[in-house]
């Protein structure tokens, strides 16, 4: 995005503060700072060659003033409840990210992040070499004493102390995959890397209930990372190096739909794409024909056939003890929340309740979850909190992110807390 552009999207906000009243952030930080109208002044003004702002204190001169605005800008889970309440429907995720992107291009990103980008999450052989030497740590961990001292240590390293981790699979989704099995269909599957290599079991589900749906569903052997990660860390490099593999693939299958059980990486070959990629460049008709063709999990099943033949549930579940989760970019910035709604409550009839707090942040933010743990498991505390003094003992959801973080929270505060994918629930109502 050009100054030009960026300038007129920042003109505007109006700085009515809207958008404080509804920050999932602002609760924790308690600063002007941390709100959107704060950072949309912040950026204006360093744009402008300004010293700083009286609203949010003194800023230094130079690469201080610098890292000190790429860290507020960084300081955000983009979840975009400041966006969808805003009078003035000021594109704040838009302003961020180039403001984001302009300050990586100018000071670099950190060393881990620029391995991640470049290296590891647009390539499928380097992402399963990650899954595999994870599932060689863990089991080395796992055989070790417990009265060994690496057990405290490996955690502080790896930064990942407190947290509860998935086990990483011997093998992902996509390589459980037969010879022959998933290599035509008008009906695409992308899993996603989580559900790849993280959570095969739900690229598995997804996987059965799409070909219980439309027949033979086709995967991609190859796919990298959505590049929503890059994106939103202002590598844009980064993002187009995933985003190309990805979309040569997808084109040259030609498929009717490509169906997205995570809607974070709906989000961002729905929506994101068409900002990402100029219009001279070579793959912008891709990308329109990739875009037309994007849809959720639940929209998909609900507009198949199986829908009718589903074999409902409610037995199974006590009276509105499973809830619905609305994930920030589904639900949210993509509007598609309902779809996942309607499913769930025909498969579960009347165990399905609505869930406290059910359109609150879950606090995970991608790389907000690593760059502030903290802060995030307070929010997603508070989330699996909400959920129980509502009744709720199932959470279920459709977005990677989101399953990670609440499956987190929930070994914090309640172990009788369940969270499920959509697909989990779908695929157990399948006929005999």
């Known amino acids: 995005m050009i100054d030009r552009e960026l300038a007129e999207k920042i003109a505007a906000c109006v700085k009515c503060g809207s958008c404080r009243a509804v920050c ?15 950072k949309i002044a912040l950026l204006e003004s360093a744009m402008a060659g300004e010293v700083g702002l009286p609203a949010c204190g003194a800023i230094p001169l130079g690469e201080e003033r610098d890292a000190a605005v790429r860290e507020a800008l960084a300081d955000c889970l983009l979840c975009g409840r400041c ?12 302003i961020l990210v180039a403001g984001r992107t302009r300050f990586a291009d100018k000071l670099g990103l950190p060393v881990w992040k620029r391995i991640l980008f470049d290296e590891v999450l647009p390539s499928a052989r380097a992402l399963n070499a990650v899954r595999a030497a994870g599932n060689a740590a863990q089991h080395l961990l796992r055989k070790m004493p417990t009265e060994s001292g690496l057990h405290y240590r490996f955690p502080d390293v790896a930064g990942l102390h407190g947290r509860t981790l998935p086990a990483l699979p011997p093998i992902g989704f996509v390589a459980s995959l037969g010879k022959d099995e998933a290599r035509a269909g008008e009906v695409m599957l992308f899993p996603g890397c989580v559900f790849d290599l993280v959570m095969p079991e739900i690229g598995r589900d997804s996987y059965e ?17 959505c590049g929503l990660p890059a994106l939103a860390s202002g590598d844009r490099a980064g993002a187009m190096k995933a985003i190309s593999k990805n979309l040569v693939a997808m084109r040259a299958a030609a498929p009717r739909s490509i169906v997205f059980p995570c809607g974070s990486c709906l989000k961002m070959f729905r929506r994101d794409l068409l ?30 056939p199986l829908v009718r033949i589903l074999v409902p549930a ?3 579940f006590g009276a509105g003890s499973v809830g619905w989760h609305d994930p920030c970019h589904l639900s949210g910035t993509l509007g598609r929340g309902e779809a996942g709604r309607e499913l769930l409550e025909r498969a579960v009839g ?11 942040c879950c606090g995970y933010g991608g790389t907000f979850n690593a760059r502030d743990y903290p802060t995030s498991a307070r929010i997603g505390e508070n989330k699996i909190s909400l959920a129980i003094q ?4 199932t959470i279920v959801t459709a977005c990677s992110g989101c399953i990670l ?13 369940r969270v499920r994918h959509l697909a989990q629930v779908v695929r157990g109502l399948l006929p005999a």
Request: proline share 5%.
């Open 209 to 225: 209930t799409l070909k219980a749906a439309w027949g033979e569903v086709t995967v991609s052997r190859d796919a990298a990372c």
């Open 350 to 360: 009347r165990g399905f309740g609505e869930m406290k707090g059910t359109d609150r």
């Open 24 to 38: 999932t952030l602002y609760p924790e930080r308690r600063t002007e700072v941390n709100v959107a109208r704060g």
């Open 83 to 94: 966006e969808r309440n805003c009078p003035n429907q000021v594109a704040v995720e838009e």
């Open 275 to 304: 900002n990402v990629i100029p219009t001279d460049h070579p793959l912008r008709d891709a990308a329109e024909w990739v875009a037309e063709r994007c849809v959720d999990y639940a929209t998909s099943i609900l507009d198949s």
């Open 314 to 316: 409610p037995a199974a």
């Open 405 to 417: 973080q609440l499956r987190d929270m929930a070994a914090r505060v309640s172990r009788q807390t």
């Open 390 to 393: 509502g009744g709720t003992s």
